[in-house]
């Protein structure tokens, strides 16, 4: 059988049949067949045997399968490959927090925290077009939209935490991981910390403002908006009345649309997210529920599982969300956010809560402030992995007796207040472990090593040890909450936090065990349906 020889995919030669003849191949000679003695072989018993048809066959179409498996095995890599060349990545956080991750669980699991980052950057002519402002073109973008994802350790529930892009807050010291300038710390609106080095700065202004440890970020673009609502199939939003943000001072985002539900996509979906002249009162608060109605909405879709069916959209979304996506290194993966993406798909959708940070109006309405109190207890339920929509069971209310007598239980106190914001209290260590002494707990000791948390907290190394650490902490009129487990420690260890900076007395304000999320915050419920309020001057 004549032969001709080509070129395979990585360069090596395949030999391949040319097709014969029409009548030129017959069938083995009778005696010659598969069931007779000699079968295969020329006649007189000698020579080389003689393949049949049917093995001939049976050879190429097995190389043809391990030729297609290896190619679509070949084309799956590099084509994961593409998609994770398509992850822009950037620093975690280019601040100097001190603040460390959470303390496991007693089942070793421990919460996910990312940050979402909306950046307003006209970097491309696509971003322009969809932003405007084209004077806005070579300027550093502004991080417009930003919200604190908070997964709990058991991943029983969800909380979203939106901050007004005008909250003034003291963004810290952060240095440009590309060109190594370095941005002082200062006060000003939080979506300037995007122009501080990048989402890096971003992300150590959250730290430094909730005190809440932060593991990854996602931010995105205008245009990035767009191909992934169209790559999803659009969101269902409503408003209870016609909409059109836009006056006569050009005030607006564009959006149109008739009272009732629309399904939005493309550049209608930034616009609804964009939307601040037009809903409620016309401010960012009105625009953060907006967002937090389309991304709820969002979720229900994806979670429908109605627009993945088709591999087709599915590949689009996947090609969508890694073009459009900047991430953090240790979420630089397709496979890392596959694993994400099942971690959050593990939620309920009606354990997802969606709030906005508690705030007030300062400097005469021209910016917002954190609202004392409600936003520090906010803060306060993500760090200690507390549910914002009030459904987690409670634990039995059992106060276990001590191991040792105080005058005999060693305990190692720790200065906790190395905020970079406002700078550690010298000696903190000290003077509590003055106060536990005089308390009668003789064999109290300072730990010099300085750390950051927002929390005081009396750490206890197993469970025989919890009610050791409820008498330390009863002992200094800390809440009960204060007591956690810890596989860190090795006796029992009083950290003296950020929220404890002075005397010997813990502030009182500061012990209310608050375990309900602050009305202030208006929580919206991940199953809610709602309409956006349309404000009167922007309607048709």
Same mark, same amino acid.
């Given at each position: 059988?004549?032969?001709?020889?080509?070129?395979?995919?990585?360069? $090596?030669?395949?030999?391949?049949? *040319?097709?014969?003849? =029409?009548?030129?191949?017959?069938?083995?000679?009778?005696? *010659?067949?598969?069931?007779?003695?000699?079968?295969?072989?020329?006649?007189?018993?000698?020579?080389?045997?003689?393949?049949?048809?049917?093995?001939?066959?049976?050879?190429?179409?097995?190389?043809?399968?391990?030729?297609?498996?290896?190619?679509? %095995?070949?084309?799956?890599?590099?084509?994961?490959?593409?998609?994770?060349?398509?992850?822009?990545?950037?620093?975690?956080?280019?601040?100097? =927090?001190?603040?460390?991750?959470?303390?496991?669980?007693?089942? +070793?699991?421990?919460?996910?925290?990312?940050?979402?980052?909306?950046?307003?950057?006209?970097?491309? @002519?696509?971003?322009?077009?969809?932003? &405007?402002?084209?004077?806005?073109?070579? $300027?550093?973008?502004?991080?417009?939209?930003?919200?604190?994802?908070?997964? =709990?350790?058991? $991943?029983?529930?969800?909380?979203?935490?939106?901050?007004?892009?005008?909250?003034?807050?003291?963004?810290?010291?952060?240095?440009?991981?590309?060109?190594?300038?370095?941005?002082?710390?200062?006060?000003?609106?939080?979506?300037?910390?995007? !122009?501080?080095? +990048?989402?890096?700065?971003?992300?150590?202004?959250?730290?430094?403002?909730?005190?809440?440890?932060?593991?990854?970020?996602?931010?995105?673009?205008?245009? &990035?908006?767009?191909?992934?609502?169209?790559?999803?199939?659009?969101?269902?939003?409503?408003?209870?009345?016609?909409?059109?943000?836009?006056?006569?001072?050009?005030?607006?985002?564009?959006?149109?649309?008739?009272?009732?539900?629309?399904?939005?996509? +493309?550049?209608?979906?930034?616009?609804?997210?964009?939307?601040?002249?037009?809903?409620?009162?016309?401010?960012?608060?009105?625009?953060?529920?907006? !967002?937090?109605?389309?991304?709820?909405?969002?979720?229900?879709?994806?979670?429908?599982?109605?627009?993945?069916?088709?591999?087709?959209?599915?590949?689009?979304?996947?090609?969508?969300?890694?073009?459009?996506?900047?991430?953090?290194? &240790?979420?630089?993966?397709?496979?890392?956010?596959?694993?994400?993406?099942?971690?959050?798909?593990?939620?309920?959708?009606?354990?997802?809560?969606?709030?906005?940070?508690?705030?007030?109006?300062?400097?005469?309405?021209?910016?917002?402030?954190?609202?004392?109190?409600?936003?520090?207890?906010?803060?306060?339920?993500?760090?200690?992995?507390?549910?914002?929509?009030?459904?987690?069971?409670?634990?039995?209310?059992?106060?276990?007796?001590?191991? @040792?007598?105080?005058? !005999?239980?060693?305990?190692?106190?720790?200065?906790?207040?190395?905020?970079?914001?406002? &700078?550690?209290?010298?000696? $903190?260590?000290?003077?509590?472990? =003055?106060?536990?002494?005089?308390?009668?707990?003789?064999?109290?000791?300072?730990?010099?090593?300085?750390?950051?948390?927002?929390?005081?907290?009396?750490?206890?190394?197993?469970?025989?040890?919890?009610?050791?650490?409820?008498?330390?902490?009863?002992?200094?009129?800390?809440?009960?909450?204060?007591?956690?487990?810890?596989?860190?420690?090795?006796?029992?260890?009083?950290?003296?936090?950020?929220?404890?900076?002075?005397?010997? %007395?813990?502030?009182?304000?500061?012990?209310?065990?608050?375990?309900?999320?602050?009305?202030? @915050?208006?929580?919206?419920?991940?199953? *809610?349906?709602?309409?956006?309020?349309?404000?009167?001057?922007?309607?048709?």
């Amino acid at each position: 059988m004549r032969q001709s020889s080509v070129r395979g995919e990585r360069g $090596r030669r395949a030999t391949v049949p *040319e097709p014969r003849e =029409s009548g030129k191949e017959d069938s083995p000679p009778e005696g *010659e067949g598969p069931a007779s003695r000699g079968a295969g072989r020329r006649p007189g018993g000698k020579g080389r045997p003689k393949r049949s048809r049917g093995v001939r066959i049976l050879r190429w179409t097995a190389l043809t399968l391990a030729v297609l498996v290896l190619g679509a %095995a070949a084309a799956g890599y590099f084509y994961y490959e593409h998609l994770n060349g398509n992850l822009k990545k950037e620093a975690l956080d280019l601040g100097d =927090s001190k603040i460390g991750k959470p303390e496991p669980n007693a089942a +070793g699991q421990t919460p996910l925290n990312i940050l979402l980052i909306g950046s307003d950057s006209r970097n491309t @002519a696509e971003n322009v077009k969809l932003g &405007g402002a084209k004077q806005d073109a070579d $300027r550093k973008p502004l991080g417009d939209v930003q919200m604190l994802v908070h997964v =709990s350790a058991d $991943r029983s529930n969800m909380s979203v935490v939106s901050i007004p892009r005008d909250t003034r807050v003291t963004i810290p010291r952060c240095t440009d991981p590309h060109d190594g300038t370095v941005y002082p710390k200062t006060e000003g609106a939080i979506n300037q910390s995007l !122009q501080h080095g +990048g989402p890096g700065c971003t992300v150590a202004t959250w730290k430094e403002l909730t005190g809440v440890y932060i593991d990854h970020f996602m931010m995105i673009d205008f245009s &990035g908006v767009v191909s992934m609502a169209d790559a999803i199939g659009g969101v269902p939003v409503c408003v209870d009345n016609n909409v059109y943000s836009h006056d006569s001072k050009g005030h607006g985002s564009g959006l149109k649309l008739t009272k009732g539900t629309h399904n939005v996509k +493309g550049v209608q979906a930034l616009q609804w997210l964009r939307t601040r002249y037009g809903f409620e009162d016309n401010s960012d608060i009105g625009r953060a529920k907006a !967002q937090h109605m389309y991304m709820t909405s969002m979720i229900r879709q994806l979670k429908s599982g109605t627009k993945l069916s088709d591999p087709g959209k599915l590949m689009d979304l996947a090609e969508a969300a890694t073009d459009a996506l900047t991430v953090d290194h &240790g979420l630089g993966t397709v496979k890392k956010l596959y694993d994400l993406g099942n971690d959050l798909k593990r939620v309920p959708t009606k354990r997802t809560t969606m709030i906005t940070m508690p705030w007030e109006y300062g400097g005469g309405g021209e910016y917002v402030l954190p609202k004392p109190g409600d936003a520090e207890q906010t803060f306060s339920l993500l760090r200690n992995d507390i549910s914002l929509d009030g459904k987690d069971k409670k634990k039995p209310d059992a106060t276990p007796a001590p191991t @040792a007598p105080k005058e !005999q239980l060693p305990v190692v106190v720790q200065n906790g207040t190395a905020s970079t914001v406002l &700078g550690p209290v010298s000696g $903190r260590a000290g003077v509590i472990t =003055s106060e536990l002494a005089r308390l009668g707990y003789a064999k109290a000791t300072a730990n010099t090593m300085l750390i950051s948390q927002a929390d005081t907290t009396v750490l206890y190394p197993g469970e025989d040890r919890q009610g050791d650490a409820l008498a330390v902490a009863k002992a200094l009129k800390l809440p009960k909450s204060a007591v956690k487990s810890s596989k860190s420690v090795r006796e029992i260890t009083l950290v003296v936090g950020n929220d404890w900076r002075e005397g010997t %007395a813990y502030p009182k304000a500061a012990a209310d065990d608050g375990d309900k999320t602050p009305k202030s @915050a208006d929580a919206l419920n991940g199953e *809610e349906k709602g309409c956006m309020k349309v404000n009167a001057g922007y309607t048709f």
